[in-house]
């Protein structure tokens, strides 16, 4: 069964760094792409950044190029989202996803980041 559970939320001052961990397990494949999407109060959710297991290959989303970076860790079957350089406007909740198939979508429960003077 597939599981993600991620952590490394909480508040932080503008400029501030935090990293989130998305622990996944079950996978049915050694080859996968693992996601991180958020969500701000009062709009839809919205993809951040991903990579791939077959290359490392990476994607970001604009306003996060250059602050955040997603890498993982393949023996302890985590992945991880550094961000640097928060603004107030990186406020959400932040989500792991994982896509098998077409019906199978996986989320994780979230991770809250309030980034706040």
């Known amino acids: 069964q597939v599981q993600l559970t991620e952590s490394g939320g909480g508040l932080v001052q503008p400029g501030g760094s935090l990293r989130l961990s998305c622990a996944t397990s079950?996978?049915?494949?050694?080859?996968?792409?693992i996601a991180w999407f958020r969500q701000a109060p009062g709009k839809g959710r919205e993809g951040v950044a991903c990579?791939?297991?077959?290359?490392?290959?990476?994607f970001y989303r604009n306003p996060v190029k250059g602050r955040f970076t997603i890498s993982r860790d393949n023996i302890n079957h985590t992945v991880y989202l550094q961000m640097n350089s928060l603004k107030p406007e990186d406020t959400a909740v932040y989500y792991c996803?994982?896509?098998?198939?077409?019906?199978?979508?996986?989320w994780g429960q979230g991770t809250q980041v309030t980034v706040s003077s």
């Open positions: 990579i791939s297991s077959r290359d490392d290959e990476t």
């Open positions: 079950g996978f049915p494949s050694d080859v996968y792409t």
């Open positions: 996803n994982y896509i098998a198939t077409i019906t199978q979508i996986y």
